[in-house]
């Protein structure tokens, strides 16, 4: 199979009045490929996150997801992507089991197949311990991992998350990231947001992003030796500040 | 039915039932309105104070007044004041009715003739006038009965003072129908929706192929079957504790409140596209109940209001279905009568609903 984008961006734009929260970014994501989509607070990235799964509507520019025009073919793009939030998207007084049953009703999947789905990300999201508790009374890290399971119901080809780690443990962040590596190859394309630089590194590629716009595009490794930095902390807090620098003297 | 639709609706109700306090929503509080407002009315009939004027003073005619104190309802008592100036005890509020026995009352009945008795009423007390000449009417009727030893017209002929038209216990128990019914599905449904806009579920939802229409008949479903609940349980406590008559037809009575509930749906699904946080919405359905209550003449007769608020009441939708519960309850209206509070109720419910699930879908999608 040739390597199609999962995601092509050309020229997007989202203002909120005069605030231009994403201002003109361009972007192609392959299928399968692992995208960390980085940058500080406020840069755009959940805006854009939002454009793309069709729960925001462009300014302008366009886009495509999995093929998809995000204008036209919003209901084809929400069958193939799988969208996790970084607010809590699960109903805190169902037990896991009855989030996963609805959510997978939500798609259209039927009674059984529900079942042999959930048994099937259960096991490999090992959510046996928990999955008949309420969410509520659940710790960060097994919410998300039941929240990433909800996202993986219908299969999707490409996975959207939006800082999912935020607020775990560094021993559950390595499962995490383990199991988006086994999604990755097996197909899915992976575009994640994130702050931890740790996890950076994982993706295959990764973009920066500062007030709107795309400063970066690359391999973490690559950008690292082309700006001169030790690691990838030290490259994001350059290239903001020498963002913030280049503004304060135009 | 799409799995999307079922998903939503058997989501719904295991929220529901197991949220403690929507459980109280949903099954105390017909009940305890109920209770109180059928035991305060109730109370209020008892130990009316009649003054009596007995101007044929026979054995029968005092036998009467005596009858008339059994169980409690009356307080017979020979009246002080000059029937001329009869009005004077109402106005200082020391009595509550007046027993008027004509000259030839006792010979009258011994002859089987034909007796008119006469009774006066302080109509500012409402329910009070109407259930006490009920009583009344009723005593007279089954005193000559008794004397005479078959059924015999004893009318009984009554000036109801202050207040010509006269509301009765079974006026609450329509009212309390109309009242649950608008309040719960408007409420719960607007407070459901904006629960999920609150938690970040309806985002998650709105990434899912779901349909707008899929979503907003799922989340509105629900609620009708809990409205359709309610007033089944407030006929049933009303007609099996408090003896309420239920003259018309109750399958007319269920389809015509689900007409209503479009409105009322309607206006919930509304409520929950202008707000974001749940006591915004609780705010605004209160504050639309209230307006709605007042002015459905649940406690107030609608030609008792200023010529203005009288206007007003008829951009109440509660007021037209308020017509149609008593209609049916308590005068056995049919399909006919009812029709033109039919008509208004079909316009405001596809107005309302309409624009309402365009605003909704609008922003869902």
Redesign the interface.
Known sequence: MTERPAVTIDNLSRHFDSFKAVDGISLEVTSGETFGFLGANGAGKTTTIRML???LAPTSGSGTVAGFDIYRQ??EI??S?G?M?Q????????TGK?NL??????????GSSIASRTEELAERLDLHDFIDRPTRSLPVGWRQRLALG?SLLHRPRILFLDEPTSGVDPVFRRKFWKILYELAEEGVTVFVTTHYMDEAEYCGRISIMHQGKIVEVGQPFELIQKHRAENLEELFINLINGREAANAEA | M???F???V??EF??VF??RNMLRIVFAVPIIQLLLFGYVVKLEVKNIRTDVYDFDQTRLSREFVNSTSAGGYFLPTPAETPLLNLESSFQRGSRDMALIIPDGFGKELESRGNITIGLVADGSDANMTAIGTGYMTRMAQKYARDVVGMRMPLNVKYNVLYNPEAESVYFMVPGIVATLLTMVTMMLTAMAIVRERE???L????????SPYTLLAGKVFPFAILGLFEISLALVVGVLWFDIPFVGSPLLLFALSALYLLTTLGMGLFFSTVTSTQQQAMFFAWFFSVFAILTSGFFTPIFNMPQWLQYVTYINPMRFFMNIVRGIMMKGAGLMELLPDIYTLVIFGLVVFTFSAVRFSKRA?
């Open positions: 799964c069709g729960l919003a209901e929400k069958k992507i969208y939030s607010k809590f998207s699960l109903y805190p007084d169902l009855e049953s609805f959510y997978g009703a939500a798609y259209g999947m039927n909800v | 799409s799995e999307a079922r998903g939503l058997r989501k295991i929220q197991r949220d938690s970040g579920t985002e998650q939802l709105l990434v899912t192929p779901i999608s």
